[in-house]
């Protein structure tokens, strides 16, 4: 009678490392095919540059700033933040523009880098349309857009208006500049938190149109 062909143990053993690394390799081709699947993730971070342009660039950036920057802490401000705030439930660091003025700029804990993801454009419109045009590259840009009625954001005396939120905030009244960052941030803020971020760029950019005439505060 024939007999059965004997299996040793290293062959038992090579067979089995062999099952396990074909199972391995399985495992990690799923999961790579899982991840290309789900995209890229996205980082739930942005930055806005608040970019000031004219004659008296230093101390309309510095109050546009300061507008912005009450806006990013009202909704969803924490303790221990490491971002400058909040826009749209996202993340954001400011970064001031140009460089060279923003000597007046402090109370700022972002990281922001140095391409912005939206840049605010402050100033006269003519400086500013060149500024845009340079900008719109890389970056969504747009300009503060149609102020409430000046009574919204001058009367100190209102309850909880946004002059006596700002003067406690900076100690002085808020200035058109001031009005104009935080007009820019609440805007940002409705446009971003649908998205959750700042893309699709597209989107953004349709949302941002929506309330460029106005929005309440």
Known sequence: MDQPARTT???LRGTAASAATRSTRLRGLALA???????????????AAILS??????A????????????????????????DGHIGGVDVNILPLPAEAAGGVGDLNGRPDATPHVVVV????????????????NSAVLR????????VWTDAAAADS????YRSAYGTAPTEAAAEGYNAARRLDLAIRP????EPRAELASALAKTEAGIDW
Not at 53 to 58: H, I, K, P, T
């Open 9 to 11: 143990g290293r062959s």
């Open 33 to 47: 095919a899982a991840m290309l699947a789900a995209g890229p993730a996205a980082a739930h971070e942005f930055t």
């Open 53 to 58: 342009v004219g004659e008296g660039r230093e």
């Open 60 to 83: 309309r950036l510095a109050e546009a700033v300061r507008g912005f920057l009450l806006a990013a802490e009202e909704r969803d401000g924490h303790g221990g933040q490491t971002s």
């Open 122 to 137: 402050v100033g006269p419109e003519k400086e500013a349309s060149t500024a845009m045009a340079e900008a719109s590259a």
């Open 144 to 151: 503060p857009g149609t102020l409430p009625a000046r009574a």
């Open 162 to 165: 946004f002059a006596e939120r």
């Open 195 to 198: 998205l959750d971020g700042t």
